[in-house]
């Protein structure tokens, strides 16, 4: 008997990201999603930027958030511009993800978000994982953009 493959709106996103096209596609998941500063967490000693977000799942009809962990390896460096470090609770929406090639295979991934912030961060090459850390609960609030 074959099992049968869970549907789109029951599977846990688990992306590497390893060229620009690879960041293409977290940008595109991770579209909308919130976090709090203090889900900011970077660990220089590890080379290693994790962010922890509430990702709306656009995948499988929408409707629902994931807690969802975006882990970035091979960090030489982080800045902050337009980002309240201090206000832990603060809530920040992202609104993509950009690649800067530098010298190869490093370059600045850029996380924008909503309100004119973003976090630039320097790396040595692409190396990101995105993957959903929890079950998904319902929302009624979807994301909305005006054009």
């Not at 009809?61 to 609770?89: F, P």
């Amino acid at each position: 008997m074959k099992s049968k493959m869970p549907e789109a709106r029951d599977q846990k996103l688990k992306l590497l990201a390893e060229d620009a096209a690879d960041l293409e596609v977290l940008s595109a998941a991770l579209q909308d999603a919130v976090a709090k500063i203090g889900d900011i967490r970077f660990e220089a000693r590890t080379k290693r930027l994790t962010v922890t977000f509430n990702r709306y799942r656009w995948e499988g009809g929408g409707g629902q958030r994931i807690r969802s962990a975006l882990q970035i390896g091979s960090v030489l460096g982080v800045k902050a511009r337009r980002l309240r470090r201090g206000a832990k609770d603060a809530i920040v929406e992202l609104l993509s993800l950009g690649f800067e090639p530098g010298a190869a295979p490093g370059g600045d991934l850029t996380l924008t978000f909503a309100g004119g912030g973003d976090l630039r961060v320097s790396i040595d090459c692409i190396d990101a994982i995105l993957m959903d850390v929890s079950e998904p609960w319902p929302t009624k609030r979807s994301p909305n953009h005006d054009t």
